[in-house]
């Protein structure tokens, strides 16, 4: 999977909100979520917000797609920091 200039690689897309990994982030282990102008850190484990904000309907559909893929999220962690390219995660339906 590519990724941009930032070293930002795409996971999944759904409702207008894009899901990412950076390979050179630091613990705790999470995703950033995207939705508009707004941008959150996402923790893997907790699902909790590290940073950032979200709208609360962008929030939701979120968490709901991280607790369905939380193991597949998790191994593009790990993917990550063995240098890797995180691989897509389905969207939510």
């Known amino acids: 999977m590519a990724r941009d200039e930032r070293g930002r690689v795409p996971v999944s897309e759904f409702y207008g909100i894009a ?3 950076y390979q ?3 613990a705790p282990a999470h995703f950033h979520a995207r939705y508009e102008q707004h941008e959150a ?5 907790t ?3 590290v940073d950032g904000w979200l709208p609360r309907r962008a929030f939701a559909l979120v968490l709901e797609w991280a607790a369905q893929h939380r193991a597949e999220i998790r191994a ?5 920091r063995q240098g ?3 691989e897509r995660v389905v969207p939510l339906e």
């Open 47 to 49: 699902l909790e917000l």
């Open 76 to 80: 593009n962690w790990d993917r990550a």
């Open 24 to 26: 050179t982030d630091r």
């Open 41 to 45: 850190l996402i923790a893997i484990d």
């Open 84 to 86: 890797l390219s995180p």
């Open 19 to 21: 899901i990412a990994m």
